[in-house]
């Protein structure tokens, strides 16, 4: 069965500061996705990951992946309220008993003033 | 373009009742997914369609649970007879080949008393 984690499911921090957001999975996947939720919202698409070693960056958000390590970060460079939300990675995988996107529970990420 | 398009957005009904959740893909796509949330088991996947033909349903958690695509524009999810344990958002998503990332909709929020 495939698992994905993530860590630290809940981040309160300041406006300024940095963090990162960990995302390990428990099987071979070349994809992964990165998604942010307002509350009471949809998911919205970040970031789309399709190999070894990519990296995106959009604003103050940056995502990479490392799939030797199954593992892929959600960078947050000096943070701003506005980012406060949940973020979410999921993975994509076909067969073995998961298909299409299997997602982690969620960063919940309060950045204060 | 328009987006996915769920209906009704949200729903209070009573144990024991008919609940019928309805979802219009983006025009084009030819993968379905729909999606349960809560706050203790996160973002499930219940069940997908290619090209309106449902591929797995392992997600689905009861016969009480159906869903169906009688065409590309157009599929519904119900639950007969509905429980308290049924009240979660439920979001319907849909892409190209199944593949890359997935559109959501605004999700439909379900509550059974």
């Known amino acids: 069965e495939l698992k994905v984690e993530q860590n630290p499911l809940f981040l309160s921090m300041q406006e300024g500061k940095n963090y990162t957001i960990y995302c390990n999975y428990s099987t071979t996947s070349d994809r992964l996705y990165w998604y942010r939720q307002d509350p009471g919202k949809s998911l919205e698409s970040l970031f789309v990951l399709l190999s070894n070693g990519a990296v995106k960056q959009e604003g103050r958000l940056m995502a990479s992946l490392d799939t030797k390590a199954r593992l892929s970060t959600l960078h947050i460079t000096a943070a701003v309220h506005d980012l406060s939300a949940t973020y979410f990675c999921?993975?994509?995988?076909w067969g073995g008993g998961a298909d299409g996107l299997t997602f982690g529970k969620g960063t919940h990420l309060i950045i204060q003033p | 373009d328009a987006g996915v398009i769920q209906s009704p957005r949200h729903e209070v009904t009573e144990m024991g009742q008919e609940v019928t959740l309805r979802c219009k893909p983006i025009?084009?796509?030819?993968?379905l997914f729909w999606y349960r949330q809560t706050m203790m088991r996160g973002l499930e996947l219940l069940i997908y369609?290619?090209?309106?033909?449902?591929?797995?349903d392992s997600g689905m958690p009861e016969d009480r649970f159906s869903a169906k695509m009688p065409n590309a524009s157009f599929s519904t999810l119900k639950i007969q007879p509905s429980e308290p344990r049924d009240s979660a958002v439920y979001f319907c998503?849909?892409?190209?080949?199944?593949?890359?990332?997935?559109?959501f909709g605004e999700g439909s929020r379900l509550t059974v008393l």
């Open positions: 369609f290619n090209n309106n033909v449902p591929i797995d």
């Open positions: 998503a849909s892409n190209n080949r199944g593949t890359g990332e997935l559109f």
């Open positions: 025009s084009g796509h030819d993968y």
């Open positions: 999921a993975v994509e995988n």
